[in-house]
C-alpha cells in the first residue's frame, strides 16, 4: 500500500487526503494548528462559499492562466456540489452562481471533512510544523519537535501566506524549493486598495452601489460593481477586491495604476448632466449641497464639491452650465492614484507560488522529482472572490491525491 504524507491540513490539503485515501493509500495529514481546516471557518462570511457553477477558466489567474484547466475539468463546480451532498450539505445557490451550505454554516463544511478523514482512517496529525522534507528512497517530512514522517509520495498544501492568523507563513515555498522547484513573485490577492488623497476620513465607512474600474494609463484592465466601501486608507468592498490583483500586480511592475469609481452607475455623464439639469429645475431656491440630497450618500456631497471647487452654500440659481459639467463628470468618474494594498493580514488569497511550468497539470505531480505534488494555494493559481479558489482547493486536491496514492 502506498503511504501518501500530506503537509497542511487546509481545504486542499483534507480534499486530498480523502482522495489519496479513496484510492488506496495510507494517508497522513501534518497540520501546524491545533485543529484543521482553521481557514475555511472564515471563508464567505462565515458561511463558506465553497464552489461556483458560472465558474470558467477566465476565473483564474497566474503566469499560466490556463494551468487550472485540467484539474478542474476532472473535478469541477457540479462533482464538488456532488461530492459534499453525499457528505451531507445541501446545497443553496446564489443567483450569481455562488454556493454555500444550506446551513449557511462555514463550520458544516469543516465538519463533514474531519468526519470523513476520521471514517477513511486518515492519520490527522495536529501541531506538526514541518521545518524539513528531503527524498532518498522515501520522502521524509521532519517536524520542529524532532518527529520523522517517511512516505511514498508527498503532497505540499501549505497554503500561501494570506490570512497568516490561520497559519499560512509561507512555508511551503520554502519546502517546494528544498526540491528544487523557483517560486513565482508571491503577493496579497484579494485585498482592500489604498489609494492616494485627502479624501477618505471625510467619508470613511461610506457605501454605495458602484462600478469600479482599474486603468494602465488610458487602458481598461478590470472592471466590477458591486457594493463599494470608503475606508480611512481608502477603498474596499467586492468589486475592488476582485481588481486587487490586477492593481497590485501592475504596482509591482513599476506602474501607476489608476482606479476610477462611478459613484452614479446606471448613467452615462452626459445622462446625468441631462438629468442634474431637469432636477434643478424644481431647486432654485436651494443650494447645491441640498439639492444633492437623495442623489447621492449625503456624506459624500461636501467632499465632492469641495474636490472640484463648488461652494456648498451656493443656490442652484447660481450654478453654471460648467458647474453642472463638473458635477456629473466626478458622480461617473471619479479616479483616484492606488498606492497599495492593505497587508497579507487582510487578504484572503495569495497571488504568485510554485511555478506551474514545473508542475505537471494533469496529474499536480512535481516535473522535478517523481512523487511529489502539490494541491491548493500553494502553486501560482489564485481565483477570483465568489468560491472560485476553494474550487481550485477542491480541484488540485482532488487531482493531487488521486494520482499521489498510485504505486
Not at 495604476?257 to 424644481?282: A, G, Q, T
Amino acid at each position: 500500500m502506498q503511504k501518501v504524507l500530506v503537509v497542511g491540513g487546509g481545504a486542499a490539503g483534507m480534499m486530498a487526503a480523502i482522495s489519496a485515501r479513496n484510492h488506496g493509500a495510507e494517508v497522513v495529514v501534518l497540520e501546524r494548528n491545533n485543529r484543521v481546516g482553521k481557514k475555511i471557518l472564515a471563508t464567505g462570511n462565515g458561511r463558506c462559499n465553497y464552489t461556483n457553477i458560472n465558474l470558467s477558466i477566465n476565473n483564474y489567474h497566474g503566469k499560466n492562466s490556463k494551468f487550472p484547466y485540467s484539474c478542474l475539468s476532472q473535478f469541477n463546480a457540479y462533482d464538488a456540489i456532488d461530492f459534499f451532498e453525499r457528505l451531507g450539505i445541501a446545497p443553496f445557490i446564489e443567483e450569481n452562481g455562488k454556493v454555500f451550505p444550506m446551513s449557511l454554516q462555514s463550520s458544516s463544511v469543516l465538519d463533514v471533512l474531519r468526519f470523513e478523514m476520521e471514517h477513511l482512517g486518515v492519520d490527522i496529525i495536529t501541531e506538526a510544523y514541518v521545518t524539513d522534507v528531503y527524498k532518498n528512497d522515501k520522502f521524509t517530512v521532519a517536524l520542529q519537535d524532532g518527529r520523522k514522517f517517511y512516505g511514498d509520495s508527498i503532497i505540499l498544501a501549505t497554503g500561501g501566506k494570506a490570512a497568516p492568523n490561520t497559519g499560512s507563513d509561507g512555508n511551503g515555498y520554502r519546502l517546494a524549493e528544498r526540491f528544487g522547484h523557483k517560486i513565482e513573485y508571491v503577493f496579497p490577492g484579494l485585498v482592500q486598495l489604498k489609494l492616494e488623497g485627502n479624501f477618505f476620513k471625510q467619508v470613511e465607512g461610506v457605501k454605495i452601489i458602484g462600478t469600479a474600474e482599474l486603468y494602465d494609463g488610458e487602458r481598461l484592465i478590470r472592471k466590477d460593481e458591486g457594493d463599494i466601501l470608503f475606508t480611512s486608507y481608502g477603498i474596499s468592498g467586492p468589486p475592488i477586491l476582485q481588481i486587487s490583483r490586477s492593481a497590485n500586480h501592475l504596482l509591482n511592475e513599476g506602474k501607476e495604476p489608476v482606479l476610477k469609481v462611478s459613484i452614479i452607475k446606471d448613467k452615462s455623464r452626459e445622462e446625468l448632466e441631462n438629468y442634474l439639469h431637469y432636477r434643478f429645475s424644481f431647486m432654485k431656491k436651494k443650494t447645491i449641497e441640498i439639492s444633492l440630497i437623495g442623489l447621492i450618500n449625503k456624506r459624500l456631497i461636501v467632499p465632492i464639491l469641495k474636490e472640484i471647487g463648488i461652494d456648498r452654500n451656493k443656490y442652484i440659481a447660481q450654478i453654471s452650465k460648467e458647474e453642472i459639467k463638473r458635477i456629473s463628470h466626478i458622480l461617473t468618474d471619479l479616479r483616484f492614484n492606488i498606492a497599495g494594498s492593505n497587508s497579507w493580514d487582510s487578504a484572503q488569497v495569495t497571488a504568485g507560488g510554485v511555478r506551474t511550468d514545473e508542475i505537471n497539470n494533469s496529474t499536480m505531480e512535481s516535473k522535478l522529482v517523481k512523487g511529489l505534488y502539490f494541491a491548493g494555494e500553494i502553486v501560482d493559481v489564485d481565483g477570483d472572490c465568489g468560491g472560485f479558489n476553494l474550487q481550485w482547493a477542491w480541484s488540485s486536491g482532488y487531482v493531487a491525491g488521486k494520482n499521489s496514492a498510485a504505486k
